[in-house]
């Protein structure tokens, strides 16, 4: 993976296939995200926060659902 600074580069999505909503991204970075009115988590605005929290948003994940990329497309994780 690669080395993650304070600047923001990734670009975040939820899979909504995976999410069950246990929001605990919500957690770590409320401003990103929010509960949709299924119960899954959408991405309200990626850039409330830098990427080393975007990344630990998406480790709190237990199912994985937040993908991070590079600003390539490449997937950072998971
Ligand atoms: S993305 Fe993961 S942590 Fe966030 S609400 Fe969905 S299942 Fe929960």
Do not use: H, W
Request: proline share 4%.
């Amino acid at each position: 993976m690669r080395v993650l600074t304070g600047e923001r580069m990734m670009k975040v999505r939820v899979d909504r296939e995976q999410c069950t909503g246990m929001a605990y991204c919500i957690g770590v970075a409320p401003d990103v995200f929010k509960l949709d009115e299924e119960g899954k988590a959408v991405v309200l605005d990626a850039s409330a926060v830098d990427d080393e929290t975007l990344l630990e948003a998406a480790k709190s994940c237990p199912l994985d659902a937040i993908v991070l990329e590079d600003d390539e497309g490449n997937q950072v994780y998971p």
